[in-house]
């Protein structure tokens, strides 16, 4: 059975394509030895019975992001195909599924693979919405009790979140063990689903897409007017919603409306949702989104992006939607949603407002059919498509849109609850409102995390600066971090890492650093030397590198040990600071380097001093080969793509 200590084993992935080569190259980057099986390809096909797994292999090896952490991992995954090589399935410890959304095609499958499997391997589906019972309604009941959803998102080895679900014949062993390893072996965020069409994240998440775009030609809004007001303003992706449907793929969004409304026959407002008009137009004319190279927008040759008009149908160069004055833009998020509701411009106020009563409403409506706590719903929309705050956070923060928002089972609960909030924290433990009851309940975090907010909430916070932190995480454990823009560094987190490793070494066993968001860091504040620069004020420059220098130095001598908590980008003088560390935690996504020499710079923070250290160490008899690699990863200025490859490049 799969659980936490299923950290090596083997797996048979079927279905080669970007969803099945992706979960095969997360399994390989793991560890384990996969087989990826396709269908055999015709006798004619000069690549063999296997060219069309041979493809899927590529395809993750090309990848970007990349598929694998390093390529020789590719070698853990052995191609086949499901006429041949189905016996490989005996020795499988689990057998995922992500061959084509049809329900008729699963469930052969599934009788096929049931010949082969052994008492214990653990099956299951990557659907993304389809019933899951009917796909093994004809197998036995032991292998209907291994079977699983386990909906990955794309891409597999980049995405956190996958929605785990079981249905009514599933062992609950199979799927509290799967979940342990999904969790500690994958690294993956698990949101609990129930078996409903669509799960949480398609079902929800594509129809609040399809309903914003066909508010976007209600209210006679330009596609970059729509992306503009729907991403980063409402602590949303870049994307936006135009660009968003183009990446998703405009035929994959109506195949999913289609099968919502005959999956979900008494769900009124889907069977009332229509696919905008230019939508339509463009799905029938084959303009299908990036894969297409056109949909609602589309690149030129040159580069320029050139977007659709809405009203023509006629491509326009996309212009750059500045609609909202900067002090609300830069206003924190929730504070921001507040004046966004009360925007002095009409037009674009009456269409938030109309987008936001509209998505959350159906959202609200709907939770409970899909979860069993709104805290899976807010999750699977914050995690599979990037929201800062999910559905009933906005609920909690503009109470405007609660009384605007028509009345269903969540909001009701909600309006008898005496708290009046879906989610509170009172001295560190987080609370949500469950749903049936109308009592708020503790929200309990997985064993082994520690969030540092609730320890901040708890007063565990020892010292603040301007913009960092120091606080008690527990067993004599304390934790920097910081807060700003791209988590840059300055003089005063310099300050502050100072104080915080004086402390850790007076009155505690060890010192965590990690940033209070991601990315980890951008590094240190170019413009601020490019402004002394400018000026000729060198020695004010040679202090700044002094206290830099000192600061990392001090880190690496510190009596107690430091180890960096790092997740996304970590450059420059972060960099040199991880280098600097007794220890680095990586995140498999972390890309990390010294972009320096591209800007025409030296990294001096002292970084370079560790790296040579490390390849002189690492170099044996003939050391000068490990000094060359660090050379010309300095001269190259790049950054790595993951953690392994932060490896290979000496900055772990």
Same mark, same amino acid.
């Given at each position: 059975?799969?659980?936490r200590?299923?950290t090596q084993? !083997?797996?048979?992935?079927?279905?080669?394509?970007?969803?099945?080569?992706g979960?095969a190259?997360?399994?390989a980057?793991?560890?384990w030895?996969v087989d990826?099986?396709?269908?055999p390809?015709d006798?004619?096909d000069?690549?063999?019975?296997?060219?069309?797994?041979?493809?899927g292999?590529d395809?993750?090896?090309t990848a970007?992001p990349?598929?694998?952490m390093?390529?020789e991992?590719?070698?853990?995954?052995?191609?086949?195909?499901?006429?041949?090589?189905?016996?490989r399935?005996?020795?499988?410890?689990?057998?995922?599924?992500?061959?084509a959304?049809?329900?008729a095609? /699963?469930?052969?499958?599934?009788?096929? *693979?049931?010949?082969h499997?052994?008492?214990?391997?653990?099956l299951?589906?990557?659907?993304?919405?389809?019933?899951l019972?009917?796909?093994?309604?004809?197998c036995?009941?032991?292998?209907?009790?291994?079977?699983?959803g386990?909906h990955?998102?794309n891409?597999?080895?980049?995405?956190r979140p996958?929605?785990l679900?079981?249905?009514?014949e599933?062992?609950?062993?199979?799927?509290?063990?799967f979940s342990?390893?999904?969790?500690?072996v994958?690294? /993956?965020?698990?949101?609990?689903?129930?078996e409903s069409?669509?799960?949480i994240?398609?079902?929800l998440?594509?129809v609040a897409?399809?309903q914003?775009?066909?508010?976007?030609q209600?209210?006679?809004?330009?596609v970059?007017?729509?992306?503009?007001?729907?991403?980063?303003?409402?602590?949303?992706?870049r994307?936006?919603?135009?660009?968003?449907?183009?990446?998703?793929g405009?035929?994959?969004i109506?195949?999913?409306?289609h099968?919502?409304?005959n999956e979900?026959?008494?769900?009124?407002v889907?069977?009332?949702?229509?696919l905008p008009?230019?939508?339509?137009?463009?799905?029938?004319?084959?303009?299908?989104?990036? /894969?297409?190279g056109?949909?609602?927008?589309?690149r030129q040759?040159d580069?320029?992006?050139?977007a659709?008009?809405?009203?023509?149908?006629i491509?326009?160069?996309?212009?750059?939607?500045?609609?909202?004055?900067d002090?609300?833009?830069?206003?924190?998020?929730r504070e921001?949603?507040?004046?966004?509701?009360?925007f002095?411009?009409?037009?674009?106020?009456?269409?938030?407002?109309?987008?936001?009563?509209t998505?959350i409403?159906?959202m609200?409506?709907r939770?409970?059919?899909?979860?069993?706590?709104?805290v899976?719903?807010?999750?699977?929309?914050?995690?599979g498509?990037?929201w800062d705050?999910?559905?009933f956070?906005l609920?909690?923060?503009?109470?405007?849109?609660?009384?605007?928002?028509?009345?269903?089972?969540?909001?009701?609960?909600?309006?008898?609850?005496?708290s009046q909030?879906?989610y509170?924290?009172?001295?560190?433990?987080?609370?949500?409102?469950? #749903?049936?009851?109308?009592?708020m309940q503790?929200?309990?975090r997985?064993?082994?995390v520690i969030?540092?907010?609730?320890a901040?909430?708890r007063?565990?916070?020892?010292v603040?600066?301007?913009?960092?932190?120091?606080?008690?995480?527990?067993?004599?454990?304390?934790?920097f971090d910081?807060?700003?823009?791209?988590n840059?560094?300055?003089?005063?987190i310099?300050?502050?890492?100072?104080?915080?490793?004086?402390?850790a070494?007076a009155?505690?066993?060890g010192?965590v650093?990690?940033?209070?968001?991601?990315?980890?860091?951008?590094?240190?504040?170019?413009?601020?030397?490019a402004?002394?620069?400018?000026?000729?004020?060198?020695?004010a420059i040679?202090a700044i590198?002094?206290a830099?220098?000192?600061?990392f130095?001090?880190l690496? !001598?510190?009596?107690?040990?430091?180890?960096?908590?790092?997740?996304?980008?970590?450059?420059g003088g972060a *960099?040199?600071?991880?280098?600097r560390c007794?220890?680095?935690?990586a995140?498999?996504?972390s !890309? #990390?380097?010294?972009p320096?020499?591209?800007v025409?710079?030296i990294?001096?923070?002292g970084g370079v001093t560790?790296?040579?250290?490390?390849a002189?160490?690492a170099?044996g008899?003939?050391?000068?080969?490990?000094?060359r690699?660090v050379?010309?990863?300095?001269?190259?200025?790049a950054h790595s793509?993951?953690?392994?490859?932060?490896?290979?490049?000496g900055?772990?």
């Amino acid at each position: 059975m799969l659980d936490r200590r299923t950290t090596q084993g !083997r797996a048979v992935v079927i279905g080669a394509g970007a969803m099945g080569s992706g979960i095969a190259a997360l399994l390989a980057n793991t560890g384990w030895t996969v087989d990826l099986l396709d269908l055999p390809s015709d006798a004619t096909d000069p690549g063999g019975r296997n060219s069309i797994s041979a493809a899927g292999l590529d395809r993750a090896l090309t990848a970007r992001p990349p598929a694998f952490m390093l390529p020789e991992h590719a070698h853990r995954v052995c191609i086949g195909n499901t006429e041949d090589d189905l016996g490989r399935i005996a020795a499988a410890d689990w057998v995922v599924e992500a061959v084509a959304e049809c329900a008729a095609v /699963k469930r052969a499958l599934f009788n096929s *693979c049931a010949a082969h499997m052994g008492p214990t391997t653990v099956l299951s589906s990557n659907t993304s919405g389809l019933g899951l019972s009917a796909m093994v309604q004809d197998c036995s009941p032991s292998i209907r009790s291994r079977f699983l959803g386990t909906h990955f998102f794309n891409p597999p080895t980049t995405m956190r979140p996958i929605e785990l679900v079981h249905t009514s014949e599933t062992d609950p062993a199979v799927l509290e063990g799967f979940s342990e390893f999904a969790d500690h072996v994958l690294g /993956k965020r698990v949101i609990r689903a129930k078996e409903s069409p669509g799960f949480i994240s398609t079902r929800l998440g594509i129809v609040a897409l399809v309903q914003t775009l066909a508010l976007t030609q209600k209210h006679g809004m330009t596609v970059e007017e729509t992306d503009y007001l729907t991403g980063p303003l409402l602590g949303r992706p870049r994307s936006g919603s135009g660009r968003l449907a183009d990446i998703i793929g405009l035929d994959i969004i109506e195949h999913i409306i289609h099968n919502l409304k005959n999956e979900l026959p008494t769900d009124s407002v889907i069977h009332a949702l229509d696919l905008p008009p230019m939508m339509r137009t463009l799905v029938l004319d084959g303009r299908l989104g990036a /894969k297409s190279g056109a949909g609602y927008y589309r690149r030129q040759p040159d580069g320029s992006l050139e977007a659709i008009d809405l009203e023509t149908g006629i491509y326009r160069a996309a212009k750059t939607a500045d609609l909202v004055d900067d002090f609300i833009s830069t206003l924190p998020l929730r504070e921001r949603l507040v004046s966004l509701w009360d925007f002095p411009d009409t037009r674009y106020r009456d269409y938030l407002r109309d987008v936001l009563i509209t998505t959350i409403g159906y959202m609200s409506s709907r939770a409970m059919e899909v979860a069993d706590r709104i805290v899976e719903v807010d999750d699977a929309l914050m995690l599979g498509y990037g929201w800062d705050l999910g559905p009933f956070m906005l609920l909690d923060i503009v109470p405007e849109l609660r009384e605007a928002v028509p009345a269903s089972a969540p909001i009701e609960a909600y309006r008898r609850s005496s708290s009046q909030w879906f989610y509170t924290n009172a001295g560190g433990t987080h609370f949500y409102l469950e #749903i049936p009851t109308a009592e708020m309940q503790p929200l309990p975090r997985p064993e082994g995390v520690i969030v540092l907010k609730d320890a901040k909430k708890r007063g565990a916070a020892i010292v603040q600066g301007e913009s960092w932190s120091l606080t008690d995480i527990g067993e004599g454990i304390v934790c920097f971090d910081w807060r700003g823009k791209m988590n840059v560094l300055d003089l005063d987190i310099v300050e502050g890492l100072n104080q915080s490793r004086r402390l850790a070494e007076a009155k505690f066993a060890g010192l965590v650093i990690g940033a209070g968001s991601a990315p980890f860091s951008a590094g240190f504040d170019l413009r601020q030397f490019a402004a002394l620069a400018e000026a000729a004020e060198w020695k004010a420059i040679e202090a700044i590198l002094v206290a830099l220098q000192e600061c990392f130095l001090g880190l690496s !001598r510190s009596r107690v040990p430091v180890v960096a908590a790092v997740a996304g980008y970590s450059l420059g003088g972060a *960099c040199e600071m991880l280098v600097r560390c007794h220890g680095v935690q990586a995140g498999f996504e972390s !890309r #990390i380097g010294l972009p320096e020499a591209n800007v025409g710079l030296i990294p001096a923070a002292g970084g370079v001093t560790a790296m040579v250290r490390r390849a002189n160490h690492a170099g044996g008899a003939e050391p000068f080969n490990e000094m060359r690699s660090v050379w010309r990863t300095l001269c190259s200025g790049a950054h790595s793509c993951c953690a392994d490859d932060a490896r290979s490049l000496g900055f772990l």
